[in-house]
T-cell receptor
Framework: AQSVSQHNHHVILSEAASLELGCNYSYGGTVNLFWYVQYPGQHLQLLLKYFSGDPLVKGIKGFEAEFIKSKFSFNLRKPSVQWSDTAEYFCAVNAFNAGNNRKLIWGLGTSLAVNP | KAGVTQTPRYLIKTRGQQVTLSCSPISGHRSVSWYQQTPGQGLQFLFEYFSETQRNKGNFPGRFSGRQFSNSRSEMNVSTLELGDSALYLC????????????FGQGTRLTVV
């Protein structure tokens, strides 16, 4: 079955530390990949996405992610986090289901707390 | 362009009651998906509607149902509420035939007492 695995459920960092959140998926076909962020009290919003082309994608607020097809991974990175990055981060994969319709499959999320 | 609008924002219901949540997608979007978000369970997919037809369905009991109207607005209904149904219910709309990028509403916080 198609699934998305986020390795870290809770991450605590100090400001200026580097961040890498892992995301692996299980699906052998063509995928679209997303990272969404949910700031406290706010709705889910798109951080970045990969559809095709350059596997290194840049998103908002200095985030980037690299698609490594051979590893089925789409890890999120940021060189220097800020207190305002405290949020929940979700990885999602757009894959085809049995009826050949696309379906978003979500990881369980990673809660990031950045200490000032 | 207005975003995804969900109403109401907060609801408190009693066990055994039923509830209807509403979602208005972004203008022009025809796909509406519903999710249940709880701590520790992440985002659980309920179902997706496209052009008034249910296209994808998650693993929720039949107490959870939905529909979509010709203007793409969608409603989700939960009957015979249980305490475990307390959650944030999120609606997302997408602009194409496939779920290529989802835009989320603020959600409806349902508390069952």
């Amino acid at each position: 079955a198609q699934s998305v695995s986020q390795h870290n459920h809770h991450v605590i960092l100090s400001e200026a530390a580097s961040l890498e959140l892992g995301c692996n998926y299980s699906y052998g076909g063509t995928v679209n990949l997303f990272w969404y962020v949910q700031y406290p009290g706010q709705h889910l919003q798109l951080l970045l996405k990969y559809f095709s082309g350059d596997p290194l994608v840049k998103g908002i607020k200095g985030f980037e992610a690299e698609f490594i097809k051979s590893k089925f991974s789409f890890n999120l990175r940021k060189p220097s986090v800020q207190w305002s990055d405290t949020a929940e981060y979700f990885c999602a994969v757009n894959a085809f289901n049995a009826g050949n319709n696309r379906k978003l499959i979500w990881g369980l999320g990673t809660s990031l707390a950045v200490n000032p | 362009k207005a975003g995804v609008t969900q109403t109401p924002r907060y609801l408190i219901k009693t066990r055994g009651q039923q509830v209807t949540l509403s979602c208005s997608p972004i203008s022009g979007h025809r796909s509406v998906s519903w999710y249940q978000q709880t701590p520790g369970q992440g985002l659980q997919f309920l179902f997706e509607y496209f052009s008034e037809t249910q296209r994808n369905k998650g693993n929720f009991p039949g107490r959870f149902s939905g529909r979509q109207f010709s203007n793409s607005r969608s409603e989700m209904n939960v009957s015979t509420l249980e305490l475990g149904d307390s959650a944030l219910y999120l609606c997302a709309s997408s602009g194409t035939g496939g779920v290529l990028e989802a835009f989320f509403g603020q959600g409806t916080r349902l508390t069952v007492v």
